[in-house]
């Protein structure tokens, strides 16, 4: 009897691949990622079965459904090759990402072919039928995807890892991407870092993974370790010298010493080895920009001619990554602040805009943004109404963060001032009131909720925050 579509569906659902991951779409920026995870073919001779797999899936997402299957057959092709002795276990999530492609080109028998296979291999293997607890693989699979797919997914692949490590503790695999989802969801302004055991727990396993050599290198280098650092810098380019993944965490090392000349040196070497530019473009213009910082510090009256240079070349830079990575935040901030300091300031409002319409910043994103913002009404737009209004967002996001307390200690500033000058606005007294209470100074908080209440009788907001810090004296 031919196979019916609805009787495919729910068998589909139950398959463990990257149809069945919510991978989605409007997280990613699709031909970038499918940019870069087609380099990664060339550079990555790991994980080749992972990278095809993710990518016929990108190209499902792009409606190109026969080149799906062409990266799903060089996937399978991949397993043979590395894994001639466990394929069918080893074969799992590809097969499921075949079932669904078959299942999309209404190709329902080929479809059910492949579901069948997942099946009989799960029976065969497996004797429980929670089988993804049974192959940690597939958990790693799934942690790659999710870590190549972005900020907003990291979470989920240091779980995803962590699963896998409880099934395979030693397996260098496996430690190496929990390392590096611990890395990304650090943040670098904080004092200890929770990625250090992580990462040199997985170069013992795996020492000739040079990614995650420069990776500690840079962790080492925010706590302080820089000497400690530099040896991993030298360890990894000495192994792996024309790796661009390893050329470009050696620039920054490099650029963070105040070394410009030499990771501009790595830069420009990547540059040649690498198809893949964004990335290398974004560290140029950083490494300009350090340049046009210590031009301005060392020099009372530094050159007209230099500063216009190295503000274009950052420029230059920072626009090139930001039309290749659409959703890519920082380098929207980079470049809007440039834009800012070259007084272009359409172009630098535009930028600030396009950041606000990216759909996956997070907290701390969001935080950063409305302090910039802020930073750019108040300096260079000379509207210190406006500056204070995006400082009071960035503090309704209430996670403790370097740009929180930036916010807070321009908001305080700036409200003074205004009270000094002998406001009569309710909401200066209360933003004011507010701030002091996030810093402890609670009578002087008490004092600007009874003004802004004085100005605004029966607001709500002040009443509750009134008695919270009465009842806290």
């Known amino acids: 009897s031919p196979v ?7 068998s589909l659902l139950q398959l463990e691949c990257y149809f069945t991951w919510n991978l989605l779409k409007e997280d990613v920026d699709l031909d970038e990622l499918e940019e870069r995870v087609g380099h990664q073919v060339e550079f990555f001779t790991k994980s080749k079965v992972t990278i095809y797999n993710l990518l016929s899936y990108l190209c499902y997402l792009k409606n190109s459904n026969e080149e799906a299957l062409r990266n799903v057959q060089n996937a399978e092709e991949e397993v043979k090759k590395s894994h001639p002795d466990e394929i069918p276990r080893r074969s799992l999530v590809t097969w499921g990402n075949y079932a669904w492609i078959y299942y999309h080109m209404k190709r329902y028998e080929e479809a059910q072919t492949y579901i069948s296979k997942v099946e009989n291999s799960c029976r065969n293997l497996s004797s429980t039928p929670q089988w993804k607890a049974q192959y940690p693989e597939i958990y790693a699979e799934e942690g790659w995807a999710l870590l190549q797919y972005g900020r907003k ?97 050696a620039a920054k090392f490099y650029r963070r010493q105040g070394d410009i000349d030499k990771a501009l040196g790595f830069l420009k070497k990547a540059l040649a080895v ?62 809007a602040n440039m834009y800012a300091e070259a007084k272009r300031y359409e172009e630098a409002e535009e930028t600030f805009q396009k950041a606000f319409q990216i759909s996956i910043l997070n907290d701390n994103d969001k935080q950063e943004l409305y302090y910039c913002y802020g930073n750019f009404k108040r300096f260079h737009m000379k509207n210190e109404s406006e500056a204070i209004e995006h400082y009071a967002e960035a503090l309704k996001i209430k996670i403790d963060s370097f740009f929180f307390n930036k916010s807070k200690d321009a908001l305080r500033i700036l409200l003074e001032r205004r009270v000094r000058r002998g406001s009569r606005e309710a909401t200066d007294f209360g933003r004011l009131g507010l701030v002091y209470s996030l810093n402890g100074e609670k009578h002087e908080a008490i004092r600007c909720y009874e003004e802004a209440l004085a100005l605004h009788p029966g607001n709500e907001e002040y009443l509750s925050a009134l008695c919270e810090l009465r009842l806290s004296i």
């Open 4 to 10: 019916s579509k609805n009787s495919l569906k729910s």
């Open 153 to 249: 997914y990291y979470g989920r692949a240091k779980a995803c890892f962590g699963n896998a490590l409880q099934k395979e503790p030693d397996n260098p695999e496996f430690n190496a991407g929990y390392a590096i989802a611990v890395y990304r969801l650090e943040d670098p302004y904080k004092e200890q870092s929770l990625s250090l055991e992580p990462l040199k727990r997985a170069i013992e396993l795996d020492p000739e993974n040079t990614f995650i050599v420069v990776l500690l290198a840079l962790r080492l280098q925010d706590v302080n370790e820089i000497e400690e650092g530099e040896k991993y810098i030298e360890k990894a380019i000495e192994k792996t010298p024309d790796l661009p993944y390893v050329l470009r965490y």
């Open 274 to 335: 690498t198809p893949n530019p964004s990335f290398f473009h974004h560290q140029l213009g950083l490494c300009y920009r350090s340049q046009l910082i210590q031009l301005k510090r060392d020099t009372r009256y530094p050159p007209q001619e230099q500063v216009d240079k190295l503000t274009q070349l950052c420029i230059f830079h920072f626009k090139e990554v930001m039309e290749k990575k659409t959703k890519f935040f920082y380098v929207h901030m980079d470049l």
